[in-house]
């Protein structure tokens, strides 16, 4: 498989590594070591001169293939590999040695193959525009146009197509305004929410930086976030060493009560063995002499190119439900269990006497502001309901100002009382895309537990509102629509504001944008005062939003456009098209440049607000939420007509 320079070359690599994949897809056992052979010289040949350019260094890969899917040993795969760098090293007369490496699982190397020739041509495409290789004007296979044989396996002519067919456009822009944010942040902010826990990412330093500096802009707190500090090193031979020695440091200068371990794409795509790492640490320290019990260790597996921020936020808050709430015949494992074993880690079964005290209710409110959470705190002490949020940064996201810098602020929901989530009465999780997912906090209390899961939207507006207050009332022993005195002249107060400004908002139209969940909450209460959501958008992929907006929303207008995976190149495309144009958005501070675009009203709400004060303390849920909200939008559409008014006026 010898290759020659130049043009000649890009168009044999790519060609090549389409056959390996295409062919490497469908073969079986029989076949496995010609075709692994075949796929890694072109790989890494590609990856070298295409990806790079020529310019890179070799990259060393460790090579790692699980046996029950290929049926030979390690070493005859390691000959393997060994055979194909030679082969590489003989055609290019290199004389360095050099490995490779397998994804860890047949499923993981299988998607890798299927995708990596539509990643290689785009790459080419996009280098030869800007004029880093040079641009191939022919076809790049030397083989037939229909088809390519090799090893008697038929690779299809999609996947050999001419390079000059492949544009850009078929591939999302790298610099794209994306209506989400990453992974790993969402499971940060959701451990910031666990007293003395300290989030832990497990890649590089610069994804900590990034996170820190995005979370920080929003709440205007000060946020530690520990990172295993992955160099070009660690991303070749894997990080086990990294996370031992980071681990290590963690918890001799923060002493955590839990160290939430979140991946990144780094980490996960090189197949980082996080279970496994974490039993060597644990078997390693509990041999060591006059070591503190370990604190428990929550992973949580966050690939940003597999969700949103939001994905990452219930990821990480059902993991500490399964890790610190194991089933009772479940054994401790490294991360729920310290290394004290006279300690018991499982928890007990429900006592079958009643309690002394109330038992709590688990409230899993999701992704919302401090303010929604003390709010909702104050909602279930006027019920009298003693009640766990899991996870709660009211304080540790809002807290009063220091003195003396520390490190893990006070607040947060105690571990103890995570624990204590197996004798919970019931648990509420917030969400309407949420609950299209199978496996969730409040699921896995019920499955494991017996506790009773109500799964409810976010009590954004009145109608989700009041779901809330009636399950609230239904576990004080009350009819679902009693409330206590003081929230009943609230609601009392908010449809009074509603009857006094209906003139100023009914059909107004609104585009809508952010976390899936909470577009829903805000459609629905736009919706419930008059105002026509014309587009609502998300970043999330999850299939349900728009199946959530329907069913919550029955007076919801047919023509309105719901969006999936939409990214704000797509929403303002939508947006400029509108006829008549909207009166205003509703969304995070990302929106605001198609704010001004359109010369429209802003209002933000949700992640992230990075161009006002107080994101922390703006108030979403409840009455008092949907007071606040529906006079900020009356209050924006009227400065927006006082200030285009030719003549101005100071009176309704």
Request: hydrophobic residues 40%; proline residues 6%.
């Amino acid at each position: 498989m010898a290759f020659s320079s130049g043009r000649v070359f890009l168009k044999r690599a790519v060609s090549d590594v389409a056959n390996g994949c295409s062919a490497l897809a469908k073969c079986e056992c029989s076949r496995w070591h010609t075709l692994f052979e075949t796929f890694l010289t072109a790989f890494f040949t590609a990856s070298l001169h295409v990806l790079f350019c020529g310019t890179h260094s070799f990259v060393r890969y460790v090579f790692r293939v699980e046996t029950p899917h290929f049926g030979f040993k390690r070493r005859e795969a390691a000959a393997v590999a060994e055979m194909a760098c030679l082969r590489f090293c003989s055609s290019t007369g290199r004389r360095e040695r050099i490995g490779f490496t397998a994804l860890s699982s047949h499923t993981d190397l299988l998607g890798l193959v299927q995708s990596f020739p539509f990643l290689v041509r785009y790459l080419v495409c996009h280098n030869a525009a800007i004029g880093t290789v040079p641009a191939a004007k022919t076809g790049m296979s030397r083989h037939s146009n229909s088809k390519v044989v090799i090893n008697d396996v038929a690779t299809p002519a999609s996947l050999t197509g001419n390079i000059a067919d492949v544009t850009e456009e078929q591939f999302a822009n790298p610099a794209t305004n994306a209506c989400k944010l990453c992974t790993p942040l969402g499971a940060c902010l959701a451990f910031r929410g666990v007293r003395g826990a300290i989030p832990f990412l497990h890649g590089s330093q610069g994804c900590a930086t990034y996170i820190r500096r995005y979370l920080i802009s929003h709440f205007r707190e000060t946020m530690d976030i520990a990172a295993s500090n992955f160099s070009e090193t660690s991303a070749v031979f894997g990080g086990g060493l990294n996370i031992r020695i980071g681990l290590e440091n963690v918890l001799r200068q923060y002493q955590p009560e839990l160290v939430g371990l979140a991946t990144t794409c780094l980490s996960e795509t090189i197949g980082e063995d996080l279970q496994g790492h974490l039993r060597e640490f644990h078997s390693k320290h509990i041999t060591a002499e006059g070591t503190a019990p370990l604190p428990p260790i929550v992973p949580v597996s966050c690939a940003s190119y597999r969700g949103t921020h939001a994905d990452g936020f219930h990821k990480a808050v059902r993991e500490l439900v399964r890790v610190l709430c194991p089933p009772a015949s479940e054994k401790p494992t490294p991360t729920n269990a310290g290394n004290n074993t006279d300690t018991p880690t499982t928890p007990l079964p429900r006592p079958a006497f009643s309690f002394p005290t109330p038992p709590p209710t688990a409230l899993f409110p999701g992704m919302v502001s401090p303010a929604d959470l003390r709010e909702l705190r104050r909602i279930a002490d006027l019920f009298a309901i003693p009640v766990t949020i899991l996870p709660d940064y009211s304080d540790t996201l809002d807290g009063p100002s220091w003195t003396d810098y520390q490190k893990l602020p006070d607040g947060g929901t105690p571990v103890g009382d995570i624990r204590n989530l197996i004798n919970a009465n019931a648990a509420i999780e917030c969400g309407r895309v949420l609950a299209g997912t199978a496996i969730t906090a409040a699921t896995l209390l019920a499955k494991h537990h017996g506790v009773p899961a109500h799964r409810i939207g976010l009590p954004i507006g009145l109608r989700e509102s009041d779901r809330l207050m009636a399950i609230f009332a239904t576990l004080t022993g009350h009819e679902p629509g009693w409330l206590p005195p003081a929230l009943t002249a609230e609601r009392g107060r908010l449809i009074d504001s509603w009857v006094d400004g209906h003139k100023y908002v009914f059909e107004k139209r609104a585009i809508v944008y952010g976390e899936e969940d909470l577009v829903v909450g805000l459609a629905s209460s736009l919706c419930e005062i008059g105002v026509v959501p014309v587009l609502c958008a998300s970043g999330g992929r999850s299939g349900h939003l728009a199946a959530a907006l329907r069913d919550t929303i029955p007076e919801l207008d047919e023509r309105t456009q719901i969006v999936e995976g939409a990214d704000f190149a797509e929403i303002t495309a939508r947006a400029v098209a509108l006829n008549p144009a909207p009166d205003f958005l509703i969304g995070s501070s990302k929106g605001y440049t198609l704010a001004r675009q359109l010369n429209i009203p802003l209002i933000r709400c949700g992640f992230p607000i990075h161009d006002r004060i107080g994101a922390q303390r703006t108030l979403h849920v409840g009455y008092a939420g949907a007071q606040t909200l529906f006079d900020r939008i009356a209050n924006a559409l009227l400065e927006r007509k006082q200030t285009d008014s030719s003549i101005g006026y100071a009176y309704l």
